[in-house]
Protein backbone atom coordinates (compact mmCIF):
# COMPACT_ATOMS: atom_id res chain seq x y z
CA UNK A 1 0.00 0.00 0.00
CA UNK A 2 0.92 3.43 -1.00
CA UNK A 3 0.28 6.44 1.34
CA UNK A 4 1.80 9.96 1.48
CA UNK A 5 2.23 12.74 4.71
CA UNK A 6 2.51 16.46 3.61
CA UNK A 7 3.64 17.87 6.96
CA UNK A 8 1.72 22.04 7.40
CA UNK A 9 -1.11 22.39 6.11
CA UNK A 10 -0.81 25.74 5.53
CA UNK A 11 2.92 27.35 4.72
CA UNK A 12 3.40 31.13 4.29
CA UNK A 13 6.08 32.68 3.10
CA UNK A 14 7.60 36.37 1.24
CA UNK A 15 7.59 36.97 -2.21
CA UNK A 16 10.99 36.01 -3.30
CA UNK A 17 11.73 33.68 -0.44
CA UNK A 18 12.45 29.90 -0.46
CA UNK A 19 9.40 27.93 -0.64
CA UNK A 20 9.66 24.71 0.97
CA UNK A 21 6.32 22.28 0.51
CA UNK A 22 7.16 18.99 2.84
CA UNK A 23 5.85 15.56 1.62
CA UNK A 24 6.83 11.94 2.76
CA UNK A 25 5.98 8.40 1.39
CA UNK A 26 5.22 5.09 2.36
CA UNK A 27 5.63 2.64 -0.14
CA UNK A 28 5.72 -1.12 -0.10
CA UNK A 29 7.14 -1.17 -3.79
CA UNK A 30 9.58 1.39 -5.59
CA UNK A 31 7.04 4.42 -5.56
CA UNK A 32 6.43 6.83 -8.34
CA UNK A 33 5.87 10.52 -6.53
CA UNK A 34 3.90 13.01 -8.02
CA UNK A 35 3.34 16.92 -6.94
CA UNK A 36 0.42 18.78 -8.33
CA UNK A 37 -1.04 22.36 -8.02
CA UNK A 38 -4.39 23.26 -7.88
CA UNK A 39 -5.99 26.76 -7.96
CA UNK A 40 -9.23 27.20 -6.71
CA UNK A 41 -12.19 25.71 -8.40
CA UNK A 42 -10.37 24.44 -10.66
CA UNK A 43 -8.89 20.45 -11.16
CA UNK A 44 -5.41 19.65 -10.68
CA UNK A 45 -2.28 20.29 -12.54
CA UNK A 46 1.03 18.58 -12.58
CA UNK A 47 3.69 19.79 -11.44
CA UNK A 48 6.66 17.16 -11.74
CA UNK A 49 6.69 13.72 -11.20
CA UNK A 50 9.57 11.55 -10.03
CA UNK A 51 9.58 7.71 -11.84
CA UNK A 52 12.57 6.33 -10.52
CA UNK A 53 15.45 8.26 -12.95
CA UNK A 54 17.00 11.21 -11.63
CA UNK A 55 16.39 12.04 -8.13
CA UNK A 56 16.61 15.92 -8.99
CA UNK A 57 13.24 16.55 -10.65
CA UNK A 58 12.50 19.84 -12.29
CA UNK A 59 8.85 21.00 -13.08
CA UNK A 60 7.14 23.67 -14.22
CA UNK A 61 7.10 27.52 -13.44
CA UNK A 62 10.34 26.75 -11.36
CA UNK A 63 9.81 24.35 -8.75
CA UNK A 64 11.82 21.41 -8.50
CA UNK A 65 11.53 18.03 -6.07
CA UNK A 66 14.04 15.78 -4.56
CA UNK A 67 13.36 12.03 -4.05
CA UNK A 68 15.45 11.03 -1.22
CA UNK A 69 15.32 6.89 -0.41
CA UNK A 70 17.00 6.80 2.62
CA UNK A 71 14.45 9.91 4.21
CA UNK A 72 11.42 8.48 2.56
CA UNK A 73 10.65 12.19 1.44
CA UNK A 74 10.50 13.92 -1.55
CA UNK A 75 9.88 17.97 -0.81
CA UNK A 76 8.79 20.33 -3.17
CA UNK A 77 11.26 23.77 -3.44
CA UNK A 78 11.35 26.99 -5.27
CA UNK A 79 14.03 29.50 -4.87
CA UNK A 80 12.22 32.31 -5.30
CA UNK A 81 8.02 33.02 -4.43
CA UNK A 82 5.99 34.81 -6.70
CA UNK A 83 3.00 35.89 -5.71
CA UNK A 84 1.40 33.67 -8.60
CA UNK A 85 2.39 30.49 -6.58
CA UNK A 86 -0.60 31.51 -3.87
CA UNK A 87 -1.96 27.77 -4.00
CA UNK A 88 -3.20 24.22 -2.45
CA UNK A 89 -0.22 21.61 -3.53
CA UNK A 90 -1.00 18.07 -3.13
CA UNK A 91 1.42 15.50 -3.25
CA UNK A 92 1.06 11.99 -4.62
CA UNK A 93 2.16 8.46 -4.53
CA UNK A 94 1.21 5.74 -6.88
CA UNK A 95 2.84 2.10 -6.71
CA UNK A 96 4.71 1.17 -10.25
CA UNK A 97 2.47 -0.61 -12.56
CA UNK A 98 -0.60 0.59 -10.17
CA UNK A 99 -3.00 2.76 -11.56
CA UNK A 100 -4.12 4.26 -8.22
CA UNK A 101 -2.97 7.86 -7.22
CA UNK A 102 -3.00 8.58 -3.26
CA UNK A 103 -2.63 11.96 -2.82
CA UNK A 104 -1.52 13.61 0.69
CA UNK A 105 -3.69 16.11 2.47
CA UNK A 106 -2.40 19.11 0.95
CA UNK A 107 -0.52 22.01 1.81
CA UNK A 108 -1.98 25.19 1.06
CA UNK A 109 0.77 27.82 -0.27
CA UNK A 110 0.09 31.63 0.84
CA UNK A 111 2.79 34.49 -0.88
CA UNK A 112 2.61 37.71 1.23
CA UNK A 113 3.95 41.10 -0.57
CA UNK B 1 -1.36 18.49 -24.01
CA UNK B 2 -3.62 16.51 -23.50
CA UNK B 3 -7.25 17.77 -22.40
CA UNK B 4 -9.88 16.26 -20.41
CA UNK B 5 -12.94 17.98 -20.03
CA UNK B 6 -15.10 17.80 -17.47
CA UNK B 7 -19.16 19.30 -17.39
CA UNK B 8 -20.75 21.20 -15.75
CA UNK B 9 -18.40 23.29 -13.36
CA UNK B 10 -20.90 23.45 -11.46
CA UNK B 11 -24.58 22.31 -10.65
CA UNK B 12 -27.21 22.90 -7.93
CA UNK B 13 -29.77 20.72 -7.89
CA UNK B 14 -32.69 19.47 -5.15
CA UNK B 15 -32.76 17.42 -3.11
CA UNK B 16 -33.85 13.59 -3.91
CA UNK B 17 -32.57 15.00 -7.89
CA UNK B 18 -30.12 12.62 -9.88
CA UNK B 19 -27.47 14.48 -11.12
CA UNK B 20 -24.76 13.76 -14.09
CA UNK B 21 -21.47 14.23 -14.62
CA UNK B 22 -19.54 13.90 -17.48
CA UNK B 23 -15.38 13.45 -17.89
CA UNK B 24 -14.88 13.53 -21.78
CA UNK B 25 -10.62 12.96 -23.38
CA UNK B 26 -10.43 15.09 -25.89
CA UNK B 27 -7.46 13.76 -27.86
CA UNK B 28 -6.60 10.59 -26.60
CA UNK B 29 -8.29 7.37 -25.48
CA UNK B 30 -8.65 7.19 -21.83
CA UNK B 31 -8.47 3.84 -21.11
CA UNK B 32 -8.62 4.42 -17.39
CA UNK B 33 -10.51 7.18 -15.88
CA UNK B 34 -10.76 7.90 -11.94
CA UNK B 35 -13.50 9.61 -10.27
CA UNK B 36 -12.34 11.87 -6.70
CA UNK B 37 -14.09 13.73 -4.22
CA UNK B 38 -12.95 16.31 -2.44
CA UNK B 39 -14.24 18.19 0.61
CA UNK B 40 -13.64 21.74 1.00
CA UNK B 41 -9.27 22.36 2.18
CA UNK B 42 -9.19 18.58 2.44
CA UNK B 43 -7.31 16.08 -0.26
CA UNK B 44 -9.06 14.24 -2.98
CA UNK B 45 -10.25 11.40 -2.33
CA UNK B 46 -10.66 8.15 -4.61
CA UNK B 47 -14.02 7.04 -5.49
CA UNK B 48 -13.94 4.53 -8.36
CA UNK B 49 -11.88 3.20 -10.49
CA UNK B 50 -13.23 2.73 -14.19
CA UNK B 51 -11.63 0.64 -17.01
CA UNK B 52 -13.71 0.84 -20.65
CA UNK B 53 -15.83 -1.34 -21.55
CA UNK B 54 -16.38 -2.89 -17.31
CA UNK B 55 -17.46 -2.20 -14.14
CA UNK B 56 -15.97 0.06 -12.08
CA UNK B 57 -14.51 -0.91 -9.37
CA UNK B 58 -15.00 1.12 -5.67
CA UNK B 59 -13.02 2.55 -2.90
CA UNK B 60 -14.10 0.99 0.11
CA UNK B 61 -16.92 2.90 1.78
CA UNK B 62 -18.13 4.52 -1.85
CA UNK B 63 -22.08 3.74 -2.18
CA UNK B 64 -21.91 1.92 -6.11
CA UNK B 65 -25.58 2.31 -6.41
CA UNK B 66 -25.24 5.72 -4.96
CA UNK B 67 -22.67 6.85 -7.08
CA UNK B 68 -23.13 5.58 -10.60
CA UNK B 69 -20.29 5.15 -12.97
CA UNK B 70 -20.49 4.46 -16.84
CA UNK B 71 -17.39 4.05 -19.35
CA UNK B 72 -19.17 2.93 -21.97
CA UNK B 73 -15.83 4.47 -24.78
CA UNK B 74 -12.81 5.09 -24.91
CA UNK B 75 -13.20 9.17 -24.73
CA UNK B 76 -16.17 9.31 -21.99
CA UNK B 77 -17.24 8.31 -18.52
CA UNK B 78 -20.07 9.76 -16.41
CA UNK B 79 -20.71 10.03 -12.75
CA UNK B 80 -24.52 9.65 -11.99
CA UNK B 81 -25.25 10.97 -8.32
CA UNK B 82 -28.50 9.42 -7.49
CA UNK B 83 -31.24 10.62 -5.31
CA UNK B 84 -28.60 13.51 -4.00
CA UNK B 85 -28.58 14.43 -0.65
CA UNK B 86 -26.97 17.83 0.89
CA UNK B 87 -24.26 15.38 2.56
CA UNK B 88 -23.43 14.61 -1.39
CA UNK B 89 -22.47 18.32 -1.61
CA UNK B 90 -18.45 18.26 -2.66
CA UNK B 91 -16.36 18.91 -5.93
CA UNK B 92 -16.08 16.08 -7.88
CA UNK B 93 -12.79 15.47 -9.64
CA UNK B 94 -12.47 13.34 -13.00
CA UNK B 95 -8.94 12.03 -14.12
CA UNK B 96 -8.11 10.19 -17.38
CA UNK B 97 -5.27 7.74 -18.36
CA UNK B 98 -4.45 6.05 -21.29
CA UNK B 99 -2.60 2.95 -19.98
CA UNK B 100 -1.64 2.55 -16.50
CA UNK B 101 1.74 4.27 -16.33
CA UNK B 102 1.02 7.23 -18.51
CA UNK B 103 0.49 10.41 -17.04
CA UNK B 104 -2.98 11.40 -15.30
CA UNK B 105 -4.69 14.08 -17.00
CA UNK B 106 -7.70 15.28 -14.70
CA UNK B 107 -10.42 17.78 -15.36
CA UNK B 108 -11.00 21.34 -13.61
CA UNK B 109 -13.81 19.88 -11.63
CA UNK B 110 -17.69 19.63 -10.86
CA UNK B 111 -18.65 21.47 -7.96
CA UNK B 112 -22.16 20.01 -7.02
CA UNK B 113 -23.97 21.37 -4.01
CA UNK B 114 -27.45 19.57 -3.32
CA UNK B 115 -30.35 21.62 -1.56
Known amino acids: AQSVTQLGSHVSVSEGALVLLRCNYSSSVPPYLFWYVQYPNQGLQLLLKYTSAATLVKGINGFEAEFKKSETSFHLTKPSAHMSDAAEYFC???????????FGQGTRLTINP | GAVVSQHPSRVICKSGTSVKIECRSL??????MFWYRQFPKQSLMLMATSNEGSKATYEQGVEKDKFLINHASLTLSTLTVTSAHPEDSSFYICSASGTPNEKLFFGSGTQLSVL
Open chain 2, 27 to 32: DFQATT
Open chain 1, 92 to 102: AVRGQGAQKLV
